[in-house]
């Protein structure tokens, strides 16, 4: 109870502070914010005037939550969750109703102009970040597939970005044993220039944790870790008309996963192993250059990622089965973008207008190996059990019996999608008016070549004395090709206070194929090969998942439309409102075979609606020697389905599992300049999140509840050091982050309990 109050005080303060803080009339000096140009939207517009929401967050609120991944700046922006559960290869990202658990993403990601093609990497740590965009809606016009709910741009560092040498680093040390210490060295070279011409970087970084889950079964540490990697960063401006930057980005993880705990137990407590591990390699060279009127901007990346899996399939202390899946990948990309430096002249309305013209084009290629293995007790439940069914309905005396102690089904999938994509955009002035309207056209072809088998020994007791070896065979090739054309409308007018805007946008999700149901597929083939090579037949009561083509899903397509309006009433104050309603259309979703079955498959199932508002509130502040900082904001969604029926029910009109209805975050910082030998600043923050409720299955009989997380930091400043004081989850609040089923038991993982920590920043 005293926790409730606490929480309740605190958030009442905060929410007065913002209000204090926000009246021009408190303050009589204030700063101006700065006029951002959102690099992401790729054409260059102050964020006040973007004909979109764009949430662009800075070193200053990246260091007052500690963020170390895109997850912990999710926490920022309305409507958007990215729950960490699982390992470092979940990044479940949900926007606005959209998102989905598996296989592609609702959202793009940028690093340093390169997009990332594998969600896998979404949940990276960051390092030396200079800024983060986040633009909510459609990106398809600009950013092709995976983009249909938003892109995050990451910007980092570049060596000529700085004027002179830089050293910075950091060490923190937090509940768990939790380590992380990062550390890097940037240097511009001046020649006989006034202003660098090249310049170079490094950074390193490190991070392990003893985890906060304990697996029952035996007393182990769930979710242990360690994590490393950097970058080497070169820079040069060859001549006032060309900048080139060439990275070479490198993550190492290694980490204990999935602490999933029963529902009906609470209890995680299961006997197989359960980790992840991941090396991931990107080099990356961008080039820049202006001529005249016109500006060119060439990207192209190799990224290099191999991961392992451990996995309990059950989550049970059962022998039932487990799967252990590595990826090996290599994928590549390029952009080429030209588009204009500064206004032109058209007689058209006697306007003036921006425009660019892309070519851009990707490969990704994943060598997957997926073997399930069967232990005697999931052999006896999910196969003999499936089959001694149908057999017994006609020799209710007799069964088939299986010799072998374990099953090992091996699955080799190749996976290919490649696509190439050209687009356009155009932005026209009107006076106040502003009219954009761009185009894409994207084609992708997707491809799997497929090898599942399985050797048993097996008889039936009516008519063979001996065991019999089977061998069952799934090979072959799937492919299909898609073409997606992505319009993009926006309308905004401009006042001296306000920009209002409006725009219709079209986006997709890409389709391909899910080796995850491949299980399953070769559980029934298994099943019907025992029969046919007894004469009889067996009848599959599902015999969707017997067939290979089952694998196949198509894009997902949405089309959204938006109003809304960037406020800038006073100087230091921004404040964003908007309204969208989205239609979903081929929307994919995971369906369960139903029974003890062991895969999951993506489908074109649903079709659905979204629709809700968001409001944000961005403001800072000096007087004398205090200064200080209020974010907030407010995000609401309603996403349900119009159509969908798994063939296990009708869930027409529920609400979409794993999207928050209602999300909220309010940020207060107030630092004074203390400005004496032993101290130079000091400052401290209060930040609560809330989200809920999220709504976990189709049926909407299991929900998390609303509940707030409490954080706050102390910072003591120093010339050229920084001591930060933090916890979160302060008030030691408990809820669930994911939900899934399993063998029909269910499982939750629950968030992470109270942390407190200490990090000790320096920079020269």
Not at 557 to 569: K, L, S, V
Request: glycine share 6%; charged share 15%; hydrophobic share 35%.
């Amino acid at each position: 109870m005293r926790y409730t109050i606490l929480y309740i005080y605190l958030v009442l303060s905060s929410i007065g502070a913002a209000v204090y803080a926000a009246s021009p009339g408190v303050w009589t000096d204030t700063v101006n914010l700065p006029d951002i140009e959102v690099s992401v939207s790729r054409i260059a517009q102050p964020a006040t005037q973007q004909q979109m929401q764009v949430s662009v967050i800075d070193p200053t609120l990246i260091s007052e939550i500690q963020a170390t991944t895109p997850k912990d700046v999710s926490d920022l922006i309305p409507n958007i969750y990215m729950p960490a559960y699982g390992s470092s290869m979940t990044s479940s990202i949900y926007i606005r109703g959209l998102g989905s658990r598996i296989n592609e993403p609702v959202m793009g990601m940028v690093v340093d102009g390169v997009p990332v093609l594998d969600k896998n990497m979404y949940d990276h740590t960051m390092q030396d970040v200079k800024r983060i965009e986040l633009l909510r809606g459609p990106q398809g016009s600009l950013y092709g597939r995976n983009s249909p709910a938003g892109v995050m741009e990451i910007r980092t560092i570049r060596p000529l970005d700085l004027t002179t040498y830089a050293v910075r680093g950091s060490l923190s040390y937090a509940t768990a044993n939790t380590v992380h210490a990062q550390a890097s060295f940037y240097q511009p070279i001046k020649t006989n220039t006034a202003s660098p011409k090249y310049g170079w970087g490094i950074a390193a970084r490190y991070q392990r944790t003893d985890g906060f889950y304990t697996n029952l079964y035996d007393n182990s540490p769930v979710d242990y870790g360690q994590q490393a990697g950097g970058r080497v960063v070169f820079d040069a401006r060859p001549s006032d008309n060309w900048r080139l930057t060439t990275t070479v980005y490198g993550d190492w993880v290694r980490q204990g996963a999935f602490p999933y705990a029963m529902v009906s137990t609470g209890e995680i407590r299961y006997n197989q192993p359960g980790d992840y591990q991941r090396l991931a390699i990107l080099p990356s060279l961008s080039a820049e250059y202006s001529y005249d009127k016109y500006l060119l901007h060439l990207s192209g990346s190799y990224q290099y990622m191999h991961d392992d899996m451990h996995m309990d399939q059950d989550y049970t202390a059962a022998d039932i089965f487990t799967l252990r899946q590595t990826q090996h990948q290599h994928n590549a990309t390029i952009d080429a973008l030209l588009s204009s430096s500064e206004r032109l002249n058209t007689p058209l309305l006697h306007s003036s207008y921006e425009w660019q013209a892309g070519l851009s084009a990707f490969v990704k290629s994943n060598a997957m190996q997926a073997p399930v293995t069967f232990m005697r007790q999931g052999i006896e439940d999910l196969i003999l059990a499936n089959a001694n069914r149908g057999i017994r309905s006609v020799f209710p005396e007799d069964s088939i019996a299986i010799s072998n102690p374990t099953l090992p089904i091996p699955g080799a999938f190749d996976l290919l999608n490649a696509g190439v994509a050209v687009y356009h955009q155009s932005h026209f002035h009107l006076g106040d008016w502003h009219i954009n309207a761009g185009v894409r056209i994207d084609y992708e072809h997707t491809r799997m070549d497929y090898l599942s088998t399985a050797d048993i020994d097996y008889r039936f007791t009516l008519l063979m004395q001996d065991f019999k070896p089977l061998h069952t065979h799934i090979a072959g090739t799937l492919s299909k090709p898609y073409i997606q054309v992505l319009p993009r409308l926006a309308v905004s007018y401009d006042t001296p206070w306000a920009t209002f805007y409006g725009y219709a946008a079209k986006g997709y999700k890409a389709g391909g194929f899910n080796p995850q149901i491949f299980s399953t597929i070769t559980q029934n083939r298994v099943m019907t090969d025992i029969a046919s090579d007894m004469g009889i037949h067996l009848n599959i009561t599902d015999p969707r998942y017997s067939n290979v083509d089952i694998t196949s899903y198509k894009p997902e397509r949405d089309w959204t439309f938006e109003i809304g309006a960037h406020f800038t009433p006073c100087a230091g104050l921004k404040i964003d409102v908007d309204a969208f309603h989205i239609q979903c259309f081929d929307q994919q979703v995971t369906v369960f075979p139903n029974g003890k079955t062991t895969g999951r498959m993506m489908a074109n199932a649903a079709r659905s609606r979204m629709w809700g508002a968001e409001a944000a509130l961005h403001y800072r502040w000096v007087k004398s020697s205090w200064q200080g900082l209020v974010d907030a904001s407010y995000g609401f969604t309603d996403a349900r389905f119009i159509d969908f029926n798994d063939g296990m029910g009708d869930y027409s009109g529920n609400v979409i599992p794993y999207a928050p209805r209602h999300t909220a975050h309010v940020l207060v910082q107030a630092g004074y300049h203390v400005n004496r030998p032993w101290l130079n600043a000091v400052s401290l923050s209060a930040r609560t999140n809330v989200t809920g409720p999220v709504y976990w299955n189709e049926q909407n009989d299991c929900v998390q509840s609303p509940y707030a997380l409490l954080s706050a930091t102390l910072t003591l400043d120093w010339k050229y050091v920084q001591l930060e004081l933090w916890g979160r989850n302060l008030t030691g609040t408990n809820y669930d982050v994911f939900y899934f089923r399993s063998m029909e038991n269910n499982f939750l993982q629950h968030g992470k309990p109270r942390e407190l920590g200490a990090t000790v920043k320096f920079e020269i």
